[in-house]
DNA sequence: ATTATGTTTCGAAAATAATAGAAATATCGT
DNA sequence: ACGATATTTCTATTATTTTCGAAACATAAT
């Protein structure tokens, strides 16, 4: 992970319509969710929807995989994960890296 | 810490320069950095520093404050807290929304 | 007061992103 | 093969962001 894609990543969440997205992904879990699903749900035209899709999946945060006609969404964690323990570990203070070392520690 | 919000966060720190101007931060410490320090290691001009150190004090995950004729950047950290909370409670694993569940089926 | 220093605001150009209708593609059911 | 359904790609438009020089502003030193 580094900071390029670090960038990237987080552009891809920084989107209202995006991250709405990407919770409600959250929200369906491991089943993911339709497309269509998705657009019914936030009422965005099919277009824009898939347009903000592709860009979720470019960074990875997101795997698309058919089903038939349909075509299921579904969020990846270890993406997030990897996200997030970049923001922890360098964009934060020693106070969370104090933590982690516990971790290693116990 | 509403949905928008988040977004506008994600993207303050979405963004190639706004991320190393926040990591530099981080490393500096809560002694923070000046302005002028900043240009220095980046080799932004002023004008263009100014404007994305503006986007990440208006989120709040920058404070700045005038030292004399200088001014002094530092990271808020409980910003940085709120925002990777969100991402692991609101953005993760079905661990939360099992909990959700749960009170349905209890 | 004047000058030097550090930073921001203004203003305008260039680049990138968001939006969405229409056409194209893929798959299913018959 | 054909029609229906689901989604994407194409294309164009509009909106937002990025960029940075020049001018303005704030403070300090003389």
Redesign the pocket.
Known sequence: MNEEFVAASL?AL?????LSIYRLLVKAGDKGL????I?KVLG????????????LARVGLVS?G????????CVDYDEMHSLIMFLTDECCTSVNLESEYAQDAA
């Open positions: 552009r920084g989107h209202r319509t995006r339709i497309v269509g699903d657009q965005v035209p099919a277009s824009t929807l898939s347009h903000h899709l592709a860009k698309q058919r089903r038939g006609r349909k075509i299921c969404c």
